[in-house]
Each structure stands twice: as C-alpha cells, then as structure tokens.
C-alpha cells in the first residue's frame, strides 16, 4: 500500500511538472538577453536563458514564473494554458545593486560610492536628437549647466559642472571615452562659429555617460579633472546576440526669430541739431527722415534666414559569444544652416573589439575616425559679418541688390567700407576640416583569484585645417585685393594608464577593493599660421596666389606632460558602510622644475542606513537610506608656456626698451600650482516600495593660489600683462535628483518623471594686488561696451562696462551739456550663470506608443544684450522711436545741484551715451523652454516577425517648441563667442549671433 501510495504520488509529481515551457527574453528594444534567471515562484526549480535569450522550463498551470536580471525590473507571470512566454524586460533605473562606471572606466556599485555621480544611458542621452552630445546633457543632471552658441551649424556648447573653479584657466569638464581622456578644445569663435571637439562623438555609439560631480567624484583624475568629469562608455558587442541596426532621421530647422526693427526712419545721419536738422542719405545708419508712404520696405535681417535640412543616418553591427564580442558603426550627418552657404557634414566610423584568451585574459581594441567639414559665415565683431553688416542696411534699402551690372560688388552710398553679406556668402568663404582619430588598446589579465592587472594605452590625433577668406572686391578698408588667414594644426595626446588592482572579500563582513595605478601623458600640439594681404589672380583663394613679401607665416609648438601616480582603498562592512580613500601625485612639466610635484587626497564614506538598522525601512514608506560624506584637494597646473615670455624682433614701442617680448605673452617662471579644497554631502533615498527616489548634495569648493594669465598691470610695470598667482574663488550649491515611478497599470500605461534641479552660486573671494576685477578681451562686445569679467566681491561670472560716472554718495555725475559721462566699471551684482536650474523629464508609454518632453527652467541669469545696443546705435532699435523728444537726464552736477539741462535724444545722444551704457542692456535671462517633444511607435512582434526583424520604432521629435521669458532679444540661452573663451567666459552675453533655431525630426530605427 505504501509503495503504491509512494508510486502514484511520484507520478503526479512528473506529471505537475511536466508541462514544457518556452520563449525568449529581450530587453527594451527587443534584443536578446542571455542569462535571464527563470524561477518557479515558491520554489528553488529554476534556469537561465542562453546566447540567444531562448529558455525552456517545467511548470504547473498554477505556476508563476519569475523573470530577473541584473539592472532591469524583474516580472512575474502566470503560467496557465501557456505554452509559450515571451517577456520583454524594462531598464530599472531605481535598483538598489545598479552599477555606474566611475574613474578609469572602474564599474563600481552605486551604494558605495561616496561622491556625487550621476548616470545617463543611450537612450536618455539620444532624447531631443541633438546632434552635439554635449547639448544631450541639457536638463538632465543636475547641478550641470550646457549653454550652446546659436543657430549655426556645428557650433560649440559650454558644459560646467557646479559653476567654474578658475579665473583664466578651463573651467569645462574632463571627457574620458573608454577610460582615455580626451580633446574638448574649441578655437577663438570671435570671428566665426567653432565647434567643441566632444561634438565629434557620435551620440549612436554612447552606451552611458556617468558624470563625476566636483573635485571629489574626479579626484584620481587629477589637474584635468579639477572641474569634474564626463566619463563616457561606448557601446560593444553584447554575448550571444549579432544584430545589424538602422536609425536615420531628417529634421527641418528654422531660426527662432529676429530682432524687432523700426521701419519708421529711413537712411541717414543727422546734421544740425534742433529745428536746424538735416539729413545726410550717404550714410549706413538709419537716422534719417522718415520714410514716405509708398516706399518699399526690407526686413534685411529676417530675409537672410533660411530653413535648414540636415540628414542624419547610422548603421551598426554587433555580435559576441562567450570567447568575444564587435561592434562596428559607420555615422553620417549632413546639416545645412540657417544662413546661407552654411553647413556642417560629419562622418564617423567606430569599431570596438574585445576578446578573452584562456578565461583570465582580455584584449581590448577601439577606434573611431571622425571626419568633420565646416562652412561658416561671419558672426559677431567681425568685419563683414552676416549679423552686423546688416544692422548698416536701412529698412528702405534692399540688401539683396548688391551686384553692378558687370558682377562688382554694389556700394549703396559713398564710402561703404563694409561688405554685403550676400556678396560675402559667395566671396569670402571660411572653411574648418578636422580628420581626427581616436584609439584604445586595453590589456586586462586576472590572476590569483582577487587580483587584476589592466592596461590601456590611447590616443588621441586629428589634424585640422582652418581658412578664412575675405574675397578680391571686398569694400573692407585695405582689403580690396582680398585676405586670406589660415592655420594647420597637428594635435597628438597619447595617454597610457597602467592599473593594478586588488579586490578580496575578507570575511562575512569586511570587504577591500584596492588599486594603485600610474598614468602618463604626452600633448604635442604643432601650429602653422599664414596670412596673406592681396591675391595676384582673382577667385584663386589659396597662400600661393599672395606675394610672398605680403604673406606672413608663423609656427607655434605647444608640448606638455603629466605623470601621475595614484591610488584607491575602499573598505566595505556588511555591504552596507564604506570609507574610500585615494591619493594621486602629479608632475607637470608646465610648471617651474622645482614645483613640479603635487600631491592631492580625497576621503569619503557612504552609510545604508537602511541596511544597517533594519527598522528604518517599510514596504509602504521608507525604503533605502544611504548618507555620504566626502572631502578632496585637487590641484591645477599652468597653461602650456605660461613660465615663458614670447620673444619678438621689434619691440613693441609702447613698453619700456628695457623688455624684448612684445609687452602681451609675458610668462612667469616662479608659477605655482592652484589648489581647490571641496567638500560635500549627500543623500539618497527610495520610497514606496521605490516608487520615488530623491538624491540630494550639498557642497562647497575654495579654489586659491590662482594662474590669472594675461593680467593687464600698469604701464609703469614696462609691460601691459602680466602671469601671477593669486585670487580666491568660492562655489557652493545644491543639486537634487528627484525621479517618481507615478503610474504602472496593468493596462500597460505607465508613466515616469525625473525632477533635476541644481543651484550654486559662485563669488570671487580675493584678487591679487589692486585688481578689482579680471577680465579677457576676447570676450568684448560691440564698440567694447562690456565684456564678460571675474569681479571681486562678486560674481565669476559677472560683468564690466562703461556705465555712468557717479559723485561719491552714489549719484549719476552729469555734465554741463546735461549727459552723463561714461567710465569702464565693474558690476559685482550681475551674475551670467543661473541661481538654480530644473529639468523636468516626462515619459508616458501606453503599450508600444511612447511619449517623453523635457521642460527646462532656468532662473536668475542676467544676460548683456550687446545686439540691441548694436541696433540703438545704428538707429534700428524700435527704441530709438522716440528721437527728438528732450528729456532731463536724473543726476546732479559737480557742485551736487539736480540736473535741470535737458537734451535732446538724437544720433549723438544713443550712439555716444545710451548704446554705449551698458546699464541699459543688462536684462534678466530667465526662461522656461519645453526642450524637446517626441512621440515614438514601437511595431508589435507579430508584425516583426513577418518583417523579419528584430525591432522597428517610428519617432517625430519637436524641438525648442516654446520658450517663456522676459528677455527681450531673440533667445536667452546665448553664448555667441562660443566655448572658446575660457575662464569667465562669455556665457548670456548676446553679441550679434546667430539665433537658436527650433525644429522638427522624423525618425526610423529598426534592428535585424
């Protein structure tokens, strides 16, 4: 009986169990994913899915199946009558074990990392289709600010992280693809828009992109991460799965519109004052009489603008097993511009393999070759301008008729000394090309268990190739035979970075991950200039077609390097508490022999409270608590040649005879190393069954000992600049992420948001000596009314200008004729950067329809509208309406009397003193811009299946669909000289660009 009990209760054993199971497991987009855990709820039975995400199990009807993997939310399905399950798993982003790459490409979790990090994947990154990558961070991490310059194609973005730590020096990120830094320079912009070499990488090929927040996320890094860091990691071939991929998208650009100009006044300059007013119509500026009814009008500066097409196509292939994996992808854009004769066409090609030798050796080889050919018109104080030149055309005069019947270039009044932009387009053409190569050979081999031992040697290489063309028949003073300027540069930065690392759990309890490491760095930069005055053969435009005694050649070398030697220690208990420790001592040669080494550490812990006190967390409340806390010191060498003065030939007549360099390059051999001291604190946070997460920072950065380069001193001096240490800066703020899972339906809607909020406010503590403020020309406006400037007791990013003199208790002086009189000054209560900025993700999906948006607010920048006072001076600025009219000017006289003169608001009067008064175009920045809009349709697998393909998603994206703001220029996100200027740089000042543009993408993307 018992036996037969024990038989029959064996078979229906086998038999609840013997219902065959099947299907495949794919991630988001319908990939393949190999070693998916499958368990039977309730029960040890389980198994995984193999190369080719295909499973097979036994299961009861009554049975749920539970499907995990590492990073993506774990399902659970119902067996019944199903034979077949196929399951599609999500990216989860809340997971407590999630894992970011830090330092050196180091993959470590993120419970235990004590600094500020932040995580964004291919996807998040591609939202918005933005072409430069730089400008895919925009809104979305926080304490991050992306400020790109303009409407032209392949212009430059600025990326700071938490504010600037340097006065004259880079105050943008380090960018390290694959675990090698790499070149994010961008040339002067003063003349023509420049791009950032980070643009180069193509947004298709990034997998993730952690940023390092400050000098404590960087601080093995070292000098070139003192402002942090932007680690990308480039996608490879994934085990078990090859696949061909396609995305393409075409998009339509418009500019986001034009100043207001008044059409009231015509051409003409006053002559005579009073009832005695003349005017003269041989004249570029708009002061004229008024127009006569009848008279054609022109908006010259609205009809330069086109609508722009650029085509954007990718193709990948990828495969792997467990021996190895590739990825292979050729990229293509072709973008026209907004302006005429613009363009910007970027070709990439990107392979990264990787193979394991005998179970403990992996060799690693990447490299991508991006080819980039960029045709600019000229922007901002440039002589013939497209913007500037325009302002000099009057609303009755037609800019478009700028041709005589036998082809010369028009002149519309007597002695025009400026050249029609429209002639400029085809006669004066500006050309960069950069062939550009960047490689990493990786070694890694693991040996005695905990031990492992990696090597990556990099490089990074690309030559560019940089004319700019003022054509024969040019009106330009002295350049009616034409000019030509040109330079070749050869850029090699070969890094080499040798890791040895140590990871052992010690017992139960106590973990150690260890590594000591050196790194190597060599910069050879190698610059021809040439210059020529005058072509021999006309519309030849090449240094050959110039005499040889009016051409002009000079070279400059620029050679640098850095050895470091670092280390790290992070001790772990119960996987719960962590203190990490590292060192790094760096020797620079850029620095004076005896000062060349540095040290710098970093501490920090991070707590799981939660996991340390079991109490604290509940299904329904709390769920994970991690506090950190970390400090870090991290130093920063001095530019290439700032020990040494630049020898000349002649010397400069305005200095002493005492100096041979031309009063300008003047090193110092005595330099020292700045230091910044930062400290900051963090939380983070899960609730409701993790549900919500808040991460929050608190930090603080004193930067001093600072390089100020190009100092201007005294003429008393013998010199007009000077390089000296000193000058301390202060940032402080803080960042919160915010991310809510707020709906997850069974119907399959669900809907996801991510708050990125940031505030930091910087302030110049100290300057050396007498200075009150430091400032780089290059970021000078138009007529030099302000320029971007480092304040003391003010702003980093503030301003100086000409603003009214004022007596001592702070009244506007006024002169005899009842103006006021105009002296350079500093304003240490502008601010160019943001007092806090949000970015609001949405993404709402209903089955396989998508729909994501990001809202960017940004409050508290000042902005300087150098364009509108360009317009007031040249009579166009709808302000200047009210010429003729007298009004009292509010001040006193020298003796303290109120102004009781009146004056008359005329040509002299908004070309000498209001345009010129920078006051009068300080505005506030402040806006909120729906960024991006796009709607995706991913095609159900029935349909796949018939197409064989693997996936396939339609998308259209709109862009810049709307902006709020009290700006009254064209757009309050500008940055018209681009990231060319370091130090304060020239953030929010508005200098007769090329406006932001908005558009619309329609997209493909399929894989077989």
Avoid: C
Wanted: glycine share 10%.
């Amino acid at each position: 009986m018992k036996l037969k009990l024990f038989i029959t209760l064996l078979i229906l054993s086998i038999t609840s169990y013997g219902q065959d199971i099947r299907g495949k497991v794919t991630d988001a987009t319908n990939i393949p994913l190999p070693g998916v855990s499958i368990i039977i709820e309730g029960t040890t039975q389980g198994t995984t899915t193999d190369f080719d995400g295909n499973y097979s199990i036994k299961a009861q009807p009554e049975n749920r199946l539970i499907f995990s993997y590492l990073g993506m939310k774990t399902q659970i399905i119902a067996v019944g009558s199903q034979k077949v399950i196929n399951v599609g798993l999500q990216d989860d982003t809340t997971s407590l074990d999630e894992v970011v790459v830090t330092a050196f490409g180091n993959e470590s979790q993120k419970k235990s990392i004590t600094t500020a990090v932040q995580a964004i994947k291919s996807d998040q990154l591609q939202e918005g289709n933005q072409n430069n990558m730089v400008n895919g961070l925009q809104g979305k991490v926080s304490g991050v600010t992306v400020v790109n310059s303009g409407g032209a194609p392949g212009s430059s973005s600025v990326i700071l992280i938490r504010g600037g730590t340097s006065i004259t020096g880079d105050n943008q990120p380090l960018f390290v693809v694959d675990g090698i830094p790499i070149d994010n320079s961008t040339s002067s912009s003063l003349e023509v828009a420049s791009t950032n070499r980070a643009s180069d990488i193509n947004p298709e090929d990034i997998e993730s992109i952690s940023v390092l927040k400050g000098p404590s996320a960087a601080a093995l890094y070292g000098i070139q991460a003192a402002n942090g860091a932007v680690i990308i990691t480039t996608k490879r071939g994934k085990a078990g799965v090859s696949k061909i991929s396609y995305s393409g998208s075409i998009s339509v650009d418009q500019i986001l519109g034009t100043p207001d100009v008044q059409t009231v006044y015509g051409q003409g300059k006053e002559i005579g004052t009073g009832s005695d007013i003349t005017y003269d119509t041989e004249s570029e500026f708009s002061w004229g009489d008024q127009i006569g009814t009848g008279t054609p009008l022109y908006d010259n500066i609205a009809d330069l603008y086109q609508t722009a097409v650029t085509q954007n196509h990718n193709v990948s292939y990828s495969s792997g097993n467990e021996k190895g994996n590739m990825y292979f992808s050729i990229g293509d854009i072709s973008q026209d511009g907004v302006i005429p004769t613009s363009s910007y066409d970027k070709t990439s090609f990107k392979v990264n393999m990787n193979s394991t030798f005998k179970e403990n050796l992996t060799i690693g080889v990447s490299a991508n070759y991006i080819t980039t050919d960029v045709s600019s018109t000229r922007q901002g104080n440039a002589s013939g301008g497209s913007f500037s030149s325009l302002l000099a055309y009057p609303s009755n005069v037609n800019a478009k008729d700028y041709l005589n019947e036998d082809g010369s270039q028009k002149q519309y009044f007597l002695d025009q000394q400026f050249d029609n932009p429209y002639w400029s387009f085809k006669n004066s053409p500006n050309t960069d090309e950069v062939n550009r190569l960047i490689g990493v050979i990786s070694l890694n081999y693991r040996f005695l268990d905990d031990f492992n031992l990696s090597y990556k040697l990099g490089t990074d290489n690309y030559t560019e190739f940089n004319k700019k063309i003022i054509g024969d028949g040019s009106l330009i003073e002295n350049r009616e035979d034409g000019y030509i300027s040109q330079f070749e540069k050869d850029h090699k930065r070969l890094t080499s970075n040798l890791f040895l690392r140590y990871d052992k759990q010690l017992s139960n309890d106590f973990s150690l991950n260890s590594m000591i490491g050196n790194s190597v760095e060599e910069l050879d930069i190698r610059t021809n200039y040439s210059t020529g005055d005058g072509f021999q053969a006309p519309g030849i435009y090449s240094i050959g077609n110039v005499l040889v005694e009016k051409q002009k050649l000079s070279e400059i070398i620029a050679r640098k390097r850095i050895v470091g030697l670092f280390g790290e220690i992070k001790l772990g208990w119960k996987d719960a508490l962590f203190l990490t420790a590292t060192g790094r001592n760096d020797w620079s040669s850029t620095l004076p022999e005896n000062k060349r080494s540095f040290f710098y550490p970093s501490v920090g812990t991070s707590a799981v409270m939660t996991d340390l006190f079991k109490d604290l967390s509940s299904e329904n409340g709390l769920n994970y608590l991690k506090l950190r806390a970390s400090w870090a010191k991290v130093g920063k060498d001095a530019p290439i040649g700032a020990l040494e003065s630049f020898l000349k030939t002649n010397i400069n007549g305005l200095a002493s005879s005492a100096y041979t360099w031309n009063g300008v390059d003047v090193g110092n051999p005595d330099l020292e190393p700045e230091f910044t001291n930062s400290y900051e604190f963090g939380a983070d946070m899960r609730f409701l069954n993790n549900r919500i997460s808040l991460d929050l920072s608190y930090y603080y950065t004193k930067s001093d000992n600072q390089i100020l380069r190009d100092i201007r001193v005294p003429p008393t001096t013998g010199t007009f600049y000077a390089t000296l240490n000193g000058g301390v800066i202060e940032n402080k703020g803080l960042e919160a992420l915010l991310t809510a899972r707020i709906l997850e339906s069974s119907n399959g809607f669900s809907w996801n948001t991510n708050f990125n909020f940031g505030m930091n406010k910087s302030k110049v503590l100290e300057l050396p000596g007498f200075l009150n403020e430091v400032y780089l020309s290059d970021s000078w406006t138009y007529r030099n009314s302000a320029a971007g400037a480092a304040v003391l007791d003010g702003s980093l990013f503030g301003l100086r200008g000409k603003r009214p003199q004022l007596t001592d208790d702070g009244q506007v002086l006024i002169q005899s004729n009842g103006n006021y009189i105009l002296e350079d000054a500093t304003y240490d209560d502008v601010q160019r950067l943001p007092d806090w900025s949000l970015g609001i993700t949405n993404s709402l999906s209903y089955k396989n329809l998508k729909l994501s948006f990001l809202l960017d607010i940004v409050q508290g920048q000042e902005i300087y509208n150098a364009t509108e006072s360009a317009l007031a001076y040249y009579g166009l600025s709808t302000k200047t309406l009210d010429r003729g009219e007298s009004v009292v000017l509010s001040g006193v006289d020298i003796n303290g009397n109120t102004n009781q003169t009146a004056i008359v608001k005329n040509q002299e009067f908004y070309q000498n003193y209001y345009s010129l008064n920078s006051e009068n175009f300080i505005e506030d920045g402040s806006f909120a811009r729906l960024r991006y809009v796009t709607l995706s349709y991913k095609f159900p697998q029935p349909l796949l299946e018939k197409l064989s393909l693997a996936s396939l998603e339609l998308y259209a994206t709109g862009r810049n669909l709307f902006t709020i703001t009290n700006y009254s220029g064209v757009d309050p996100e500008i940055n018209t000289f681009g990231a060319g200027i370091s130090g304060a740089g020239s953030m929010y000042i508005d200098n007769l660009g090329t406006p932001s543009t908005q558009g619309f993408d329609l997209g493909l993307k399929f894989t077989f």
